[in-house]
Each structure stands twice: as C-alpha cells, then as structure tokens.
Nanobody, 127 residues
Framework: QVQLRESGGGSVQSGNSLRLSCIDSGRSFARDAMGWFRQGVGKEREFVAAIGRLSRGEMPTWYSDSVKGRFTISRDNAMNTLYLQMDNLKPDDSAVYYC?????????????????WGQGTQVTVSS
C-alpha cells in the first residue's frame, strides 16, 4: 500500500524560500511518476509540478505557468523522496501542498492520472 507523507511547510515572508519533501513508503517509487498539487482557501486544486521516472537517461519535468522559473521538482530514488524547492515565494503561493503518485507511469501524467495522495503540508506566505 502506498503511503505518502509531506513535510517542510511553514510560514514565510514574500520572497523567501521553502523546500517541501514527500516520503513514499511504496515499493515502486523509482518506477512511478510523481507530482505536487496545491489547494488554497476557496480555490480549486491546482496541478503545480510533476516529474517522470528515469528513462533512457532522462527524467522529464513539468511546471504550471504560475510557478515556472521559481519552483524546482526533484526526486531521490535511493531515499524514496520527492522534493519541491520553492523560491521567490508570493502570497498567492499560500496553500496546502500535496504530493501524489501515478503508479507505474512513465512520462508526465495528466492531473487525473494521479491516484494516491498524501495528507498535505501548509504553506503560508505573507507580504
């Protein structure tokens, strides 16, 4: 059974950075595509970033326009851990951030293909 646990959230001022982590207890982490989503108060869930599995020496990544150039997604397959480095944070980035996995999928899945979710970690950015 896949269990995802996020950490690293907190309260920061605008312009600062945070790094989120997500530990995956599943046995197939290296073979799975992973992603980060967020949901702010009164907002719909937003697909923020994704990273595919290593294939032919490449590991694809994808970012929403709202975070491109500020956030970096990465993974450590040896540690079964997914990361989201968030730089130059803005108040609009305030949300609960969730990691998710698309089991056994290569490439970058669509948002609807992520089926397993963590409990989330709160990020609050003040101006």
């Amino acid at each position: 059974q896949v269990q995802l646990r996020e950490s690293g959230g907190g309260s920061v001022q605008s312009g600062n950075s945070l790094r989120l982590s997500c530990i995956d207890s599943g046995r197939s982490f290296a073979r799975d595509a992973m992603g980060w989503f967020r949901q702010g108060v009164g907002k719909e869930r937003e697909f923020v970033a994704a990273i595919g599995r290593l294939s032919r020496g490449e590991m694809p990544t994808w970012y929403s326009d709202s975070v491109k150039g500020r956030f970096t997604i990465s993974r450590d397959n040896a540690m079964n851990t997914l990361y989201l480095q968030m730089d130059n944070l803005k108040p609009d980035d305030s949300a609960v951030y969730y990691c998710a996995t698309a089991l056994g999928m290569s490439g970058i899945p669509s948002a609807g293909e992520f089926r397993h979710w963590g409990q989330g970690t709160q990020v609050t950015v003040s101006s």
